[in-house]
């Protein structure tokens, strides 16, 4: 059976770092909304919106439907974003595991979010300010939940791994 592994947490907390790991490590397929936003914005739509989240959910739905495993990568922020992930696997009759990446150490991510380098060509990341003002919605169902803070790639990486069975 497919599996959707559905990436949460603000930036700079790793999940990108950790997701990319994940897919490959698995084989499956890496969906990063970052890459689908910045695509449509030099494709000139300015103001993407819903946009890249929809096209992620089309492109998860039609790789889950081959059969093929999916990890997305994506803030995905609110209950509505985390409920299409979970409608996009249902679709396809996949598997959905959530993963919300954290930093629960404040100068650590504020670190990372001042001095990361960015690897989407194009794409302006936000400022501290901007991620501590980001809405954010408290999770209302289970999920694995992975701290970053102080920890290695390959420690984040293993424990995810052994927690995915």
Known sequence: ??????FAGLPGTGK???SRALAQALGATWIRIDHIEQALREGGIADVGPAGYLAGYAVARANLSLGLSVVADSVNPLRIT???WRDAAQAAGAELIEVEIVCSDPIEHRRRVET??????????PDWDAVLRREYESWHRPRLVIDTAG???DACLSELRAALG
Request: glycine letters at 4%.
């Open 1 to 6: 059976m497919s599996r959707l592994l559905a």
């Open 151 to 153: 920890r290695s790639l």
């Open 82 to 84: 985390r409920d299409a």
């Open 16 to 18: 990108s770092t950790l």
């Open 116 to 125: 990361r380098t960015i690897d989407v060509p194009g794409l302006v990341p």
